[in-house]
């Protein structure tokens, strides 16, 4: 039995951890918000797992520190495996 990891999973965990770090930092929504130019709406929105888009998911890692272990996962992916087109 294949057990795959669903998009929903990765956005609520992604949610989850942003929480987290922000309220470890003592951080409210729309500080956050501020420091990345964004709005609190995006930031609440992130936070429970709803859509983002790729540079919002790139501030919040680069925020937090985050932005240099996902590009190390995908090198790493990069040269690991067999990348071929699904089309």
Excluded at 32 to 44: E, G, N, V, Y
Aim: net charge negative; proline share 0%.
């Amino acid at each position: 039995m294949i057990n795959a990891v669903s998009i929903k999973e990765v956005k609520t965990k992604l949610g989850e951890l942003c929480k987290q770090k922000r309220q470890a930092y003592e951080m409210s929504q729309e500080d956050l918000a501020k420091a990345l130019d964004l709005s609190r709406f995006t930031i609440q929105k992130f936070e429970s797992g709803k859509n983002a888009t790729l540079d919002t998911v790139l501030k919040i890692a680069h925020h937090f520190d985050w932005l240099e272990s996902f590009y190390q996962a995908l090198k790493n992916l990069e040269s690991t495996n067999d990348i071929d087109s699904l089309y």
